[in-house]
């Protein structure tokens, strides 16, 4: 006598998290976008103010279904050039 056991698995939705709240680094974006099929590019912003590698923006709001294929954009705080002006 045989048995078999189906198991349907729901397709699960995985959403971008708000990468921008202070407690994910890049490591953890690149995980994400590996595990998820999803391109990551960076960009850097000059900014005096906040610690260099800061992620200051992302490109698909938080709550947004993170799709393969896609393409997700950071932007990351880098220190401003120093001036050679004399000052």
Sequence with gaps: ???TITLYIPQVEITYPDF???EYNL???QTFCTTNNITL???YE???LLDEGTIIKQSRPED???LPGTTLTITLSSKPEE???GE
């Design 83 to 85: 001036s050679t002006n």
């Design 20 to 22: 921008t709240n202070g």
């Design 27 to 29: 490591d953890d974006i």
């Design 1 to 3: 006598h045989t048995c």
């Design 41 to 43: 590019q960076i960009k």
């Design 64 to 66: 947004t279904v993170a």
């Design 46 to 48: 000059e900014n005096a």
